[in-house]
């Protein structure tokens, strides 16, 4: 039962974050979409530090390698990665109208919030079952109780990152349903991670701090490319900067708490 536990508990945070789309209205409030913004900003850039590239830090000095090598190269290629596609669905709108291109514009920025929780979700499903089977196994250091606080501390993480892809894409025209499904599916990456890395663990480990990083990579693009520019149209910025660092310091007080 733990072991299941363990494996959902993420999932049930990314879906529940994703059920908020069916109690909003029409259209999303101008001061509550900046909020959200801005606190999943926040949750973002320390989720990037604190869940992603210390964690895959400690991995490599585990491991006897120079730890700024993984972590540089996950990273970086986390940011190409995304860039890359940006600019693949940028040239594919270079013939439209200018209200066609508007249209498609809105669309991709969703595609690409979703493209990248969804990258960022699988290796946090990974390293979920890399400390399940650890406890399984008997690692030094590695317990059920412990596997499953880093489960309880994702599934927190998860639940801005549900609102976030749902309630923007109700905003843009999509329903309830099909919006709190595409905010869930986001979501459903992370117990297949964990899955795979049970069964899988001997292979996986070695090049979890490249995947933990490289998720951190496309987080902070995501912040960069998209929140933030987001967040800052129009007036009231100051609301932003203040939910970005409740954001981020609950994340990090949640992060260190847990472990």
Sequence with gaps: MSLILGILIPFFGTTLGSSMVLFMKDKINEKLE????????????????WSLLIPAIEMTKAQKIQSWIPTSVGFMFGIIFLLLINRITEKLRINDSD??????????????????????????GMAVGVA??????????????GA???SIGIAIQNFPEG???SMPLKAKGYTRRKSFLYGTMSGIVEPIGTIVTL??????????????????GTMIYVVTKELVPESQKNEKTDIITLFTAIGFVIMMILDIMLG
């Design 99 to 124: 209200k066609m291109r508007n249209v498609e514009e809105n669309k991709n920025k969703s595609k690409m919030m979703i493209l990248a929780i969804t990258l960022h979700n699988i290796p946090e």
């Design 163 to 165: 609102a976030i892809v």
């Design 34 to 49: 900046k909020v959200l913004l801005g606190f999943a900003s926040g949750v973002m850039i320390a989720a990037s530090v």
């Design 199 to 216: 069964l899988l663990t001997n292979i996986v480990v070695p090049i979890l701090p490249y995947l933990l990083s490289f998720a951190a």
């Design 132 to 145: 399940l089977a650890g406890a399984l196994v008997g690692n030094v250091g590695i317990s059920i109780a």
């Design 148 to 150: 499953i606080a880093l």
